[in-house]
């Protein structure tokens, strides 16, 4: 299936990884649907559940069907930001985890953001999704169903709970190490841009 290009430099758009990172997409606003405005807690587990499961789905399907292309490179983490934003004030709304955690999360985003912006505003575009940041991102996919699972199942929270919270801590000690290392890759590619330029002039 090689898909169909878009013709503006995304590559191709109708692919297995793309539809895979659409309907991860989809599994947003599902999730916030059920899990805020009716009490099917069970069903917004399960897609909670399958979108962390599935992080990793599409750069598998990318690689292995060789149709990696730039919608997909965008896709991919954009979705992977919306489950976590979005998991992560549902929540905290819920008491389900406690402020202090979504504000260390929060200001990563942020940083995440400011460093972007910088980026651009110097004529850059975003260096490649570290691995690190992936399996941060997976961990804490993970780490939110069990959190879940342990307020809302009684038979479940003596193992569900520490095993939430320890996923959560690995996640998010990663979540800042890929931050660090995001930096640096950054720096790297802005220092070898003024290189190139120098050198050209």
């Known amino acids: 299936m090689p898909g169909v290009a878009d013709g503006q430099g995304l590559g191709p758009v109708l692919t297995v990884p793309n539809l895979i990172s659409f309907t991860r997409l989809l599994g947003v606003p599902l999730f916030l649907y059920l899990f805020l405005a009716t009490d099917a807690t069970g069903w917004a587990i399960a897609v909670l559940a399958v979108g962390g499961l599935s992080d ?3 750069g598998f399907a990318a690689r292995r069907l060789k149709q990696v292309s730039r919608l997909g490179e965008l896709l991919d983490p ?16 819920k008491d389900v985890v406690p402020w202090w955690f979504t504000i260390a999360l ?18 850059h575009g975003p260096p490649p999704v570290h691995y690190v940041g992936k399996t941060a991102t ?8 069990m959190m879940l699972l342990a307020r809302f199942s009684e038979a479940a ?15 998010i000690v ?7 290392l995001y930096f640096i890759q950054a720096g790297i590619h802005v220092r070898a841009g ?3 330029a120098a050198g050209a002039s």
Not at 78 to 93: C, H
Not at 138 to 145: D, K, R, V
Not at 157 to 171: C, E, F, K, T, V
């Open 56 to 58: 990793w789905v599409d």
């Open 78 to 93: 954009l979705a992977d930001r919306l489950y976590i934003l979005a998991t992560l004030i549902a929540l905290t709304v």
């Open 106 to 123: 929060l200001g990563r985003e942020a940083v995440m953001v400011l460093c972007l912006v910088v980026l651009r505003i110097l004529g």
């Open 138 to 145: 997976a961990i804490l996919l993970m780490g939110f169903p």
């Open 157 to 171: 929270r003596p193992w569900a709970l520490p095993s939430g919270w320890a996923l959560l801590w690995w996640g």
């Open 174 to 180: 990663l979540y800042w190490v890929a931050a660090v």
């Open 194 to 196: 003024r290189a190139a």
